[in-house]
């Protein structure tokens, strides 16, 4: 017949402390078992960590997403754009804060910003780069200004140089 060797396997040399110098029998294999659903196990917490920061990187992404909307909305983010900006005959000093009013089109963007008291010529405004502090795009102020109160869109508004700062009041 065949006979056994006493020589100790590499699987069974791993995982026996030295000194116990003996045969694998059905011991052995459950410790061998054991390592190795040990580390089943920790891929899956490992699985489990990855879904975990997956999953809260997603959360923070939405959520600054959803701020920076919200901070758009309250007027948190500035917006520049070139806009017809008209002041007035005499000349606008800087660092002088107006009372301005935007015109807006149809689909509620500035159309027109009038930064003077009264009526007057308004062919003669000019292109200027305004940094608005508040929304830009409101529809809603298209619908009031065409509505009987004919209520427009204010804006506080100094000028710095050749540019314009503006914040929302309504």
Known sequence: GRTRSHAPSALWT??????KQRHPDVHDLRET????????????VSQTKIR????????????L???????????????????????????????????????????????FLGCVEGAENFDDA?????????????PDRFQALHSEAMEGWRWRCKKSGESVTCYAVN
């Open 14 to 19: 791993c995982c026996r402390p030295e000194g």
């Open 33 to 44: 078992r054991a390592v190795f659903s040990f580390r089943l196990s920790f891929e899956r």
């Open 52 to 63: 975990i920061v997956v999953g809260a990187a997603v959360a923070v992404i939405v959520l």
């Open 65 to 111: 997403a959803v701020g920076q909307r919200a901070c758009d909305r309250a007027g948190y983010w500035p917006h520049s754009e070139e806009t017809r900006v008209y002041t007035g005959a005499a000349a606008w000093p800087a660092d002088e804060e107006r009372k301005c009013s935007a015109l807006p089109r149809e689909d509620g963007t500035i159309f």
């Open 126 to 138: 000019r292109p200027v780069k305004v940094t608005f502090w508040g929304r830009t795009h409101r």
